[in-house]
């Protein structure tokens, strides 16, 4: 599809996914090319289907940008033990909605995309693992794989469709309302049947993942963009947006937009584009204050610095944040920063799975205190102490949860000082005084404890 | 109070448990299927699925209590989740959540007298998009407004 407005190309949308009517059923999907990706890769070896993922430049859409099919070719070729796939959609990072797109639009193409990661890292099963709140999107996702069973694309019916040696099962997990299972390693655990603690790293997935065997996990938006590179080739994607990044992304924008919803645009797209010519602006033409470029827990842009930002993984380090899900969320002028922040902060007390003292002990400190501004019972100090705990959160845990708690507390504050100065005052009058132990079991009045 | 699995949701559990090497994998699904049949996640629920998956009663509580969709008392016929999470925040949320206790007249984890609705607020549903959004049971409202909000739970009513 192109956006045309006026006489204008915008810019070119729906390159990987794109947007046919009934895609999501298996008969329309196979008069589009459906399932010949899976044949072509099936053609070659393993390994030349590693080296074609890793030729297009394809890194991972879940966060952290990882290189593909470089993680393809961390999993061991000659071992005697099963190999699993993992396939991401827990999808709990607040303003990322991009992929229940794929599940309701595209199954199909996530599935063949299983299908040949699973060929290319030797797996015969592979689990789905999907968010519990999306019980009804399950439904369309199940529904398309008992289609796939019934026509011998998954399961051991493959052998006789594809002629080959090859199948793969596939299976959906059913998450129970965890952000914290979107953490690979507490995914495996989750899937496993535990609570979804994250691991230590070492050692990786790739060596020792789901039940001590050899493990991938990939993003549902990553998945999916596999068989587009072995259909059209590792060049054809690697020529679309920045070369450092290529491909397409799934930008979902929420907030304060006209046209919010989700959007497949050529990485490298300006920010500003999105929000002004996709999304058709703020309401009220209202000044943007500021602007979350890829969910929650990345580090928050200024609205007056985003002239020139680029959607992509460099063009964002640059610019002081980080791509993410690609969950923009944009907030007008009146937006109350404090507010969103102390809702921010209280998602990753909430989700804190509580292993790491840091982390379980650092974000209800964090909530506590943005309480307090939240509430103008604040002071200047209180926005250094801010920092300071984030600070002492960041890198000490185990999984990335800490520093997704650390960043926007530490970014924002730091980038809006001017903001967070009008929220606190010079000196305050708490109601109970400020002090860091428990006073849940005393008798003594307050008054009269004093610390000399 | 005892508990027993029906037999059909006996099938669901062993099928759920052919989806993996393992039978304790299964512990989520067969809580699922609980709450289906129970209506919420009981000692001798966990006990039951305990047994059938051949592990620890303590493991099965500590997957229960670690996950928020597993109720541990009863629910209302309609359990309602008001996501108040930054992008329903900034499209009013937090008000749909006051609307709603209002009209309902319970707070947060309390059931209506006829046991129809239930109120819990959560965090972000993955509905950012259609913000801001409830959830009954697992179907999403998305793009509320009060008023759509107040048809939303007349309609529910009627529905009983």
Redesign the interface.
């Known amino acids: 599809m192109i956006l045309e407005k006026k006489d204008e190309i915008i810019m070119e949308l729906n390159i990987v996914l794109p947007k046919i009517k009934d895609l999501h059923k298996i008969d329309v999907y196979i008069k589009n090319d459906g399932y010949q990706a899976i044949k072509k890769a099936l053609a070659m070896s393993p390994d030349d289907v590693i080296e074609e993922v890793k030729k297009s430049g394809l890194r991972g859409r879940g966060g952290a940008c990882f290189p593909t099919g470089l993680k393809w070719s961390f999993m061991p070729k000659n071992d005697n033990k ?1 190999h699993y796939l993992c396939v991401n959609g827990d ?7 991009k ?2 797109q794929i599940f309701e639009y595209n199954p199909h193409q996530m599935i063949e995309g299983i299908l040949i990661a699973c060929y290319a890292i030797r797996a015969n099963t592979a ?1 789905i693992y999907i ?6 999107w399950i439904q369309m996702v199940q529904k398309a794989l008992d289609d796939a069973y019934e026509r011998g694309y998954v399961g051991e019916k493959m052998k006789e469709t594809f002629g080959t040696d090859f199948y793969c099962n596939i ?1 959906i ?7 914290i299972c979107g953490e690979e390693s507490a995914q495996m655990n ?7 603690y994250p691991r230590v790293k070492p050692p990786f997935p790739a060596q020792n993942g789901l ?1 001590g065997n050899p493990t991938t996990i990939n993003n549902v938006e990553t998945i999916t963009n596999v068989p587009a590179i072995i259909k059209n080739g590792a060049e054809w994607f690697a020529k679309i947006g920045e070369p450092t990044h290529p491909g397409t992304l799934l930008i ?5 937009v006209n046209r ?3 959007y497949e645009v050529p990485t490298g797209t300006l920010l500003t584009d999105i929000i002004y010519k996709l999304c058709d602006g703020v309401p009220n033409n209202k000044k943007i204050k500021c602007v ?1 470029p890829g969910g ?1 827990s990345m580090p928050p842009l200024r609205g007056d610095q985003l002239e020139g930002v680029k959607m992509d993984a460099e063009s964002l380090k640059k610019a002081g944040s980080a791509i993410g899900t690609g ?1 923009v ?1 944009v ?1 007008d002028e009146d ?1 109350d920063l404090s ?2 922040l102390l ?2 902060t209280h ?1 990753y007390h ?2 804190s ?1 509580g292993q790491c003292t840091p982390c379980r002990e650092g974000t209800g400190w964090l909530e506590k205190v943005l309480k307090r501004v939240a509430n103008r019972k604040a002071t200047s100090k209180d926005l250094n102490l801010l920092v300071d705990i984030a600070q002492n959160i960041e890198g000490r845990t185990i999984c990335a949860l800490g520093d997704a708690a650390a960043w926007p507390v530490k970014f924002m504050i730091q980038r809006f000082r001017d903001e967070f100065e009008k929220y606190v005052n010079e000196s305050v009058e708490l109601e109970y005084p400020n002090k860091v132990h428990s006073m849940r079991n005393t008798k003594i009045p307050l008054s009269h404890l004093i610390i000399k | 109070m005892e508990f027993k699995f029906t037999e059909d949701n006996i099938k669901r559990i062993e099928k759920s448990i052919s989806k993996y090497p393992e039978k304790k994998a299964a512990v989520m699904d067969a809580l699922y299927v609980a709450q289906e049949q129970n209506g919420y996640i009981t000692n001798e629920v966990m006990e039951e699925i305990a047994k059938i998956l051949e592990m620890p009663v303590s493991d099965v509580y500590g997957v229960a209590t670690f996950y928020t969709m597993y109720h541990k008392k009863p629910v209302g016929k309609y359990h309602l989740q008001v996501c108040t999470n930054v992008s329903c925040m900034l499209k009013g949320g937090m008000e749909l959540l006051k609307q709603l206790k209002d009209e309902l007249g319970i707070e947060e984890s309390e059931v209506t007298s006829d046991g129809l609705f239930s109120i819990e607020e959560v965090e972000c549903m993955g509905a950012c998009g259609g913000a801001p959004m409830i959830s009954a049971n697992y179907d999403y409202y998305e793009n509320l407004t009060p008023e759509k909000l107040r048809n939303l739970i007349n309609d529910l009513r009627k529905k009983g």
Not at chain 1, 131 to 136: A, D, I, M, S, V
């Open positions: 099963p999808e709990s990072e607040p303003g990322s909605f992929d229940r689990y968010r519990g709140e999306y019980h009804n299976y997990h059913k998450g129970a309302g965890a952000y989750s899937i496993e049947g535990k609570r979804g039940w979902g924008v929420s907030g304060h919010p919803g989700v979350i929650s969950g969320m907030m937006t507010k969103v809702r921010i998602f909430h989700e799975c």
